[in-house]
């Protein structure tokens, strides 16, 4: 007697298949609760959330998404956006508008490690609007095995990002 013949392969349409890898995407991408995020207490009805992979390897090319949503009923001005990238993760490129620091981070007597920030500044961010920031960065191959992920995303008014953070413009006049 003969086994029934499997038609599963003929019934699975391209189509079909391509559904599937998108409900994956979706299913296991998901908004990365070990973010820490802080907001100023001066915008209590801007909402952000920041989705990345939670773990990586050595090698991995990652992406982030920060959604700032402006859930109130007036205009926020003059607000920035601090986000200090992982120092195992060497920054390759984000949306328009953001400025790019290596701030030296002293760990000891003996030396310093690099650790990347991002800064966007915005002059208002209308009632019932979302600003989407992103960025790409490629994980440093001397990393031993996979370890978490995690990225700080600030949210603090603009003169105060301007205090902290050395005005420098790359394309300018300077030594």
Same mark, same amino acid.
């Given at each position: 007697?003969?086994?029934?013949?499997?038609?599963?392969?003929?019934?699975?349409?391209?189509?079909?298949?391509?559904?599937?890898?998108?409900?994956?995407?979706?299913?296991?991408?998901?908004?990365?609760?070990?973010?820490? +995020?802080? #907001?100023?207490?001066?915008?209590?009805?801007?909402?952000?959330?920041?989705?990345?992979?939670?773990?990586?390897?050595?090698?991995?090319?990652?992406?982030? #998404?920060?959604?700032?949503?402006?859930?109130?009923?007036?205009?926020?001005?003059?607000?920035?956006?601090?986000?200090?990238?992982?120092?195992?993760? $060497?920054?390759?490129?984000?949306? $328009?508008?953001?400025?790019?620091?290596?701030?030296?981070?002293?760990?000891?007597?003996?030396?310093?490690?690099?650790?990347?920030?991002?800064?966007?500044?915005?002059?208002? +961010?209308?009632?019932? #609007?979302?600003?989407?920031?992103?960025?790409?960065?490629?994980?440093?191959?001397?990393?031993?095995?996979? #370890?978490?992920?995690?990225?700080?995303?600030?949210?603090?008014?603009?003169?105060?990002?301007?205090?902290?953070?050395?005005?420098?413009?790359?394309?300018?006049?300077?030594?």
């Amino acid at each position: 007697m003969k086994a029934p013949k499997n038609n599963f392969k003929s019934k699975l349409s391209v189509p079909v298949l391509f559904l599937v890898i998108i409900f994956c995407i979706i299913v296991f991408t998901k908004k990365n609760e070990a973010a820490i +995020i802080s #907001t100023h207490r001066n915008y209590p009805n801007l909402k952000t959330t920041a989705r990345h992979p939670e773990t990586v390897r050595a090698g991995e090319i990652i992406s982030c #998404t920060i959604e700032l949503r402006n859930e109130g009923t007036e205009t926020l001005r003059d607000i920035s956006c601090v986000v200090k990238l992982p120092a195992e993760i $060497d920054f390759m490129i984000a949306t $328009d508008g953001y400025i790019y620091y290596d701030i030296a981070d002293w760990i000891d007597r003996e030396g310093f490690i690099f650790i990347p920030m991002l800064l966007w500044n915005f002059s208002e +961010i209308s009632s019932m #609007t979302t600003k989407e920031l992103s960025f790409i960065g490629k994980v440093r191959t001397n990393l031993q095995s996979r #370890t978490k992920n995690q990225i700080e995303v600030y949210i603090m008014p603009k003169d105060w990002a301007n205090k902290r953070f050395p005005v420098y413009y790359p394309y300018g006049d300077h030594d």
